[in-house]
């Protein structure tokens, strides 16, 4: 079972919907991540948040926002979203994000389809 | 800056044969490694890591080395089995600088096992 817990599993949505997913940790970690990940493709940072303020934005187009409420919760709200935006997204949390060492804690995702 | 390349898959094997990966990498600072699985449906899993040169990372009989001189980190399994087939990521993650903890991931090897 996995420790970091998103949800929906699953979420369709038209292009002018508005949705929230939320992902949540009771590990104690700190540093938290959203990643998007294309099928047979790696993960790709979107988001990371230290110490519940966001730290680092890979260019994310701004119809993808996100909120981290506290340390332990994670939300991505999304409006307005285009067909490529289809595919899985995947929180991650991990203690701090120096050392490098610390490994990233998944969770099993939200597959979002744009219809 | 920092890369991983995997060997291209998918590999498929039969029940009882060995297993390698390859994954190799470059990088700026001091990375640690990583091998995560992706099992279908769900989110990536930590399988092993590795902070060092020459740590060997070990879980569930999978094994990996850090080789600092041929910037490594294959990973092996003497004997696999069906519910071993599922996707591998290779991964880093540098220190310093401004890192911010990102992992950078390999392409990813799809890896199925017939019984």
């Known amino acids: 079972d996995t420790e970091v817990t998103q949800t929906p599993k699953h979420l369709v949505m038209g292009m002018t919907n508005k949705k929230s997913l939320k992902c949540e940790q009771h590990m104690g970690h700190r540093a938290m991540y959203w990643y998007k990940q294309k099928a047979k493709k790696p993960p790709e940072l979107m988001f990371v948040?230290?110490?519940?303020?966001?730290?680092i934005n890979e260019s994310v187009p701004s119809r993808f926002s996100p909120e981290c409420p506290n340390s332990s919760l994670l939300n991505l709200h999304l409006h307005a979203l285009q067909p490529e935006d289809s595919a899985l997204y995947l929180c991650?949390?991990?203690?701090?994000?120096?050392?490098?060492?610390?490994?990233?804690?998944f969770g099993d995702g939200t597959r979002l389809s744009i219809l | 800056g920092d890369s991983v390349t995997q060997m291209e898959g998918p590999v498929t094997l039969s029940e009882e044969a060995f297993l390698t990966i390859n994954c190799t990498y470059t990088a700026t600072g001091y990375p640690s490694l990583f091998w995560y699985v992706q099992y279908p449906g769900e989110g990536l899993q930590l399988l092993l890591k590795a902070t060092k040169a020459d740590d060997k990372g070990s879980n569930k009989g999978f094994e990996a080395t850090y080789r600092k001189e041929t910037t490594s980190f294959h990973l092996e399994k003497g004997s696999v089995q069906v519910s071993d087939s599922a996707v591998y990521f290779c991964?880093?993650?540098?220190?310093?600088?401004?890192?911010?903890?990102?992992?950078?991931f390999g392409q990813g090897t799809i890896l199925t096992v017939h019984p």
């Open positions: 991650a949390s991990s203690p701090m994000w120096e050392p490098s060492n610390q490994p990233q804690h």
């Open positions: 948040y230290s110490y519940e303020k966001l730290s």
């Open positions: 991964a880093l993650s540098d220190s310093g600088g401004t890192s911010y903890g990102k992992l950078t």
